[in-house]
C-alpha cells in the first residue's frame, strides 16, 4: 500500500472504503440498495480495528468467541432489541471474517462454508425481528446475497493487503463455497479450470497445454 493510500486510509476511511466497496462491487458484479452499500462500508470502517472483532474476557483481553455460542446466547436472550443487535453482530463478525481472513479459516475445524451458513441465518434473524420496513430490507439483502458480499470483501480485501502471490488452494476452497467470479477468474488466470460439477471434496482440473 502507498504512502498515500495510507494517509487516505487513516483521514478519510469512510470515503476511502466507500471508493474501494464500489469498485469491487462492480467488478464482482452484485448489485446493492443503496442502503445495503452504505450498511457495508460502516462495517469495513466499524472492523478497522480488528479489536472490535474480539469479546472480552474478565481480564479485558480479547478472545474469539464461537459462533455457536454467539447463536446460543442469542437465542436464549428474551428481550427482542437486544436479541436483534446479537444476531446483527453475528452476522456482521462473520461477513467481515469470511471476507477477509479467509486463509486463516482454511487451518481452523470451521471453513469458510460454515462462517457463510452462519452469517446469512444472522442477518435472516435480524430482518424478522426488526419492524421497520428498510431495515428489514437491508437484512433480507445482506441474508440472501451472503455468500456474493463475501467475494466483494474478498476483493476489497486484496486491494487493501500486500501480497506476494495467490494461494490456489485457498482460491478454489472460496469459489466452492461461494461460486466466486472473481476467485473463478484468478483460477483460470493461474491455469486452473473451475468444475461447475465441483463439491467440498473435488479437486481442481489443471488445463491442458
Known amino acids: 500500500m502507498s504512502s498515500k493510500t495510507k494517509l487516505t486510509l487513516v483521514s478519510q476511511p469512510q470515503a476511502f472504503f466507500r471508493e474501494l466497496l464500489v469498485q469491487a462491487l462492480r ?4 448489485s ?3 442502503e445495503t452499500e452504505f450498511y457495508l462500508v460502516n462495517l469495513l470502517n466499524q472492523f478497522m480495528s480488528t479489536d472490535r472483532l474480539y469479546a472480552r474476557d474478565q ?3 480479547a478472545v474469539q468467541e464461537p459462533l ?9 436472550q428474551t428481550e427482542l432489541k437486544a436479541q436483534s443487535a446479537m444476531f ?11 471476507g477477509f481472513f479467509q486463509e486463516s479459516l482454511n487451518r481452523k475445524r470451521v471453513n469458510l462454508k460454515y462462517y457463510i451458513e452462519m452469517g446469512g441465518t444472522a442477518y435472516r434473524h435480524v430482518a424478522d425481528l426488526v419492524a421497520e420496513r428498510l431495515q428489514r430490507a437491508i437484512y433480507d439483502e445482506l441474508s ?28 478454489y476452497e472460496m469459489w466452492v463455497s461461494t461460486k466466486s467470479e472473481r476467485a473463478a477468474k484468478a483460477l483460470r488466470k493461474a491455469g486452473i479450470i473451475p468444475d461447475s ?5 473435488a479437486k481442481p482440473k489443471k488445463r491442458l497445454q
Open 32 to 34: 446493492t440498495r443503496a
Open 88 to 98: 446483527r453482530h453475528i452476522g456482521d463478525v462473520s461477513l467481515y471474517t469470511a
Open 27 to 30: 467488478r464482482q458484479h452484485v
Open 59 to 61: 481480564n479485558g483481553s
Open 144 to 171: 440472501t446475497k451472503f455468500a456474493a458480499l463475501v467475494g466483494v470483501l474478498a476483493d476489497v480485501s486484496e486491494k487493501t493487503t500486500q501480497r506476494s502471490e495467490k494461494d490456489l488452494i485457498r482460491l
Open 197 to 201: 460439477a465441483s463439491g467440498p471434496a
Open 68 to 76: 455457536a455460542l454467539m447463536v446460543k446466547e442469542a437465542l436464549e
